[in-house]
């Protein structure tokens, strides 16, 4: 049986190994990209509650048709 703390060893030697690779955002782009989507959000938000009320109005007047 392997010895579990090398395996582990190994896993995070290549883990840090592979996060130097990475290229990160620099401040600008990472604030950019999450006002981004934080605006995506409200404005996805906006639009869902929007249609939810507009359906629940239409689905209200066609009942309100039938009785």
Known sequence: ??????SARIFFSE??????????PAK???KDSTIVVIVACL???LFTS???FSLYQVVDL???WVN
């Open 1 to 6: 049986m392997a010895n579990p703390f090398r």
């Open 15 to 24: 883990l840090a190994s592979e996060l130097k690779k990475a290229s990160w």
């Open 28 to 30: 600008t782009e990472l």
């Open 43 to 45: 404005l996805l938000g």
């Open 50 to 52: 929007v249609s939810d």
């Open 62 to 64: 066609l009942t309100s």
